[in-house]
């Protein structure tokens, strides 16, 4: 069993939906959970990151953490065609240390 | 203030040569990560050094893979002998304290 499971998708919604992306988890001692972006041939870009258990805002980004369920989530509202890329989740125990990342989930939104 | 910065974007090289992979930090960013990403799969890490120091290195292949990130100048990650397999995407993260790495544009390696 992979540590992180993400949904590989592709995931295609319509311009202006809200787009609902997650990771579970096995390792309890997690504490630190982000969310990058990548384009096609780029390298991963931070969009949020989040400590603990709870909600993060930034814009039209929604964090979520729910460290009971080893479940986190992101949320993307008023999608746009340029949100079009693949994202990732990442996450490690501790100050100074490795990410475990998501496989990623591919996300399209559509005209 | 510029980024990560990674060099070169694009290697070719042939079995059994060296690849040299560079990766300057962020400015005023200590801590430097070394990640592979293969084809149809997620960010692997490697290797986190500090200045002049190894840190963890629990993500390296036992044989062929070193790095370094010296005093002064950018970390290298060194492929010996490279094989087919080691084709892949290297991204290098730098982070200035704690759990936010920033990453470079990747250097894409193809072993031909």
């Known amino acids: 069993q992979k540590e992180v499971e993400q949904d590989p998708g592709p995931l295609s919604v319509p311009e202006g939906a809200i787009v609902s992306l997650n990771c579970t988890y096995s390792n309890s001692a997690f504490q630190y959970f982000m969310w990058y972006r990548q384009y096609s ?48 989740c990442a996450m490690n125990t501790g100050t100074a240390s490795k990410l475990t990342f998501g496989t990623g989930t591919r996300l399209q939104v559509t005209l | 203030n510029a980024g990560v910065m990674q060099n070169p974007r694009h290697l070719v090289r042939r079995r059994g040569q060296e690849a040299r992979l560079r990766c300057s930090p962020m400015k005023g960013h200590s801590h430097v990560y070394w990640y592979r990403q293969l084809p149809e799969e997620g960010l692997k890490f490697m290797v986190y050094l500090q200045k002049e120091n190894i840190i963890d290195e629990s993500g390296m292949p036992k044989e062929r893979f070193s790095a370094e990130f010296p005093k002064e100048g950018p970390s290298i990650l060194r492929i010996q002998q490279v094989v087919r397999g080691d084709s892949a995407a290297y991204f290098c993260a730098s982070s200035p304290v704690a759990y936010e790495q920033y990453f470079g544009p990747g250097t894409r390696l193809t072993v031909t």
Do not use: H, W
Not at chain 1, 44 to 49: A, D, K, T
Not at chain 1, 50 to 76: C, H, M, P
């Open chain 1, 41 to 88: 041939r780029k390298g991963p870009e931070l969009l949020m990151y989040t400590y603990s258990s709870g909600n993060k805002e930034d814009g039209r980004f929604t964090a979520q953490v729910d460290k009971s369920s080893k479940y986190i989530s992101l949320f993307i509202r008023d999608s746009q065609p340029s949100d079009s890329a693949t994202y990732l």
